[in-house]
T-cell receptor, first 113, second 112 residues
Framework: DAKTTQPNSMESNEEEPVHLPCNHS???????IHWYRQLPSQGPEYVIH???SNVNNRMASLAIAEDRKSSTLILHRATLRDAAVYYC??????????????FGKGTLLTVNP | DTEVTQTPKHLVMGMTNKKSLKCEQH?????MYWYKQKAKKPPELMFV???????INESVPSRFSPECPNSSLLNLHLHALQPEDSALYLC???????????FGSGTRLTVV
């Protein structure tokens, strides 16, 4: 399994952009990069995923380095509701029946009003 | 329906009890998962079901017994648990070639 390195914690102010980094230097060529977040007292929530190109959706943007050894999740305007643990997960999306999502320690994001 | 529903939300059980956790989804997802999460730790995978067949068991003790009666339901039967099994139990589902997992809110289990 590819290993990831994320900061234990980060802090942001409300309505400012947040850049959450992740290093995944051992990622394989076929692994997608998935991001999930977990708000207090809730189950994890899918945020975004990508393979090589930068990706945008209504929740966030994902910037993937050209060598794929790192990626950055971008929240364009943080709100108090974005305070959560953010997990970066290399994930084989081959369509086979035996793939699994393995969580690392993640980054605890605090948003200040 | 874009949710995974878990019941009960909270459960307290004695070490000699038998109980079951239930998970339901109606998104047509063909893969379903059980995770265990201890306080301030990341979720840990327990079981994976694919097309209603058990495909991964992460060396989980036999006091945890999963069951997938049909493509929408996933159960976790509990028997003779220990206090250290107290945790948040999360269910998730995904398409077999899915772009992401959908998680339920979990069952908070306390073993006394």
């Amino acid at each position: 399994d590819a290993k990831t390195t994320q900061p234990n914690s980060m802090e942001s102010n409300e309505e400012e952009p947040v850049h959450l980094p992740c290093n995944h230097s051992t990622i394989s060529g076929t692994d997608y990069i998935h991001w999930y977040r977990q708000l207090p007292s809730q189950g994890p929530e899918y945020v975004i995923h990508g393979l090589t190109s930068n990706v945008n959706n209504r929740m966030a943007s994902l910037a993937i380095a050209e060598d794929r050894k790192s990626s950055t999740l971008i929240l364009h305007r943080a709100t108090l509701r974005d305070a959560a643990v953010y997990y970066c997960i290399p994930f084989e999306n081959s369509g086979g029946s035996n793939y699994k999502l393995t969580f690392g320690k993640g980054t605890l994001l605090t948003v200040n009003p | 329906d874009t949710e995974v529903t878990q019941t009960p939300k909270h459960l307290v059980m004695g070490m000699t009890n038998k109980k079951s956790l239930k998970c339901e989804q109606h998104m047509g997802h063909r893969a379903m998962y059980w995770y265990k999460q201890k306080a301030k730790k990341p979720p840990e995978l327990m079981f994976v079901y694919s097309y209603e067949k058990l495909s991964i068991n992460e060396s989980v003790p036999s006091r945890f017994s999963p069951e997938c009666p049909n493509s929408s339901l996933l159960n976790l039967h509990l028997h003779a648990l220990q206090p250290e099994d107290s945790a948040l139990y999360l269910c998730a589902s995904s398409q077999a070639r899915g772009s992401g997992y959908t998680f339920g809110s979990g069952t908070r289990l306390t073993v006394v």
